[in-house]
């Protein structure tokens, strides 16, 4: 069992697309030990720290560093770390300790509307304090991916910020999703910016692709390998609560990091353990909706997503219309990106998707240059 362990509900920064409610809870080093526990029997776990943010339960982090070094010790279980945090409290020390352990850091950055959303609690800007963080983060992490958040209101800014993310900053690794939730709002105008936006960056990565340069920009690669594969990677991977489940500060179980919080999707706690009931419940809410049992695009976009579906409609169990106009939007750029590189033969492109020998002759050839 894979864990995200959500270690304090406090940040110290105040997104305005952000709909978590902050408070100071913060998850005790007993609670702690008790969801580790959690992981089973299996050979290998993920354990992810998440929050608020995580780093501002430092401590906590590593007492699981330590924790998960005794249950390996009577076990022989292998531990995968990975973190999301907003980058402001990163220092030499803990990467350090970070790349000992092979944790993967993902940085939760907007690029060049990091300043307009991505403030602290006294409302400055906070580009100038991550950009400063970066060039450590990479010299320590080179494959950090960076994570950035689309609001309606900066759309027109995606194309130039995942530009320098790889030209200036030299990250090789890029999400981008739009924002979704309560209080935001995608209108025609906004979809339509956007839809330019994925043709900018569609043209950027056959660029990228022809030069060489190796470079993942998640949402186009999961969408592209949906097609090869012919299904989505969240219709093969997400099972509401049966391969990961999210553990509150307070030690409350639920099936992703959406639905923390949330009375109506708790499955336990880490002291009594999962309520199989409730699992099943709660998984039954991923049935295929009828709406979508005709579209052709069915099986490469993300209406079985729970977690999608509460944020844009208020039901698991329905895609809100906003989330289905950005899939469209995206799987179409995929499919021009992808019907390009693949006409024109390039090795790159063909080897990333269809050499499953891939990840490794990459990361040879990375050593090697």
Known sequence: MDLTLHLTEACNLRCRYCYHQKSSKTMTAETLRSALALTGPSDRAAVSFFGGEPLLGRSLILEAFAECDRIRRDTSRHFMFQMTTNGTLLDEEFLQIARERSMIIALSYDGLAQDRNRRTAGGEGTAALVEDKIPLLLQHLPYAPVMMTVSPACAGLLADSVRRFVEADGFRYILFNPAFGPGISWT?????????????????????????????????????????????????????????????????????????????YRMGDVRSGVDEAARTRIQATQRPQAVCGTCALRGRCRHSCGCLNKLTSGDPRVTGGEACAHERLLIAQADRIGETLYRGKNRLFLRRHYDETYPLVSLLEDLIT
């Open 188 to 264: 025609e105008t906004d979809l339509t910016v956007l839809a330019e936006q994925y043709r900018r960056l569609g043209d950027l990565y056959i660029t990228w692709h022809r030069q060489g340069r190796k470079v993942w920009l998640g949402p186009f690669e999961s969408k592209i390998d949906a097609h090869i594969h012919g299904v989505s990677v969240c219709a093969r991977s997400c099972a509401l609560g049966s391969h990961r489940l999210s553990v509150a500060a307070d030690g409350s179980l639920y099936p992703c990091v959406q639905f923390v919080g949330d009375p109506a």
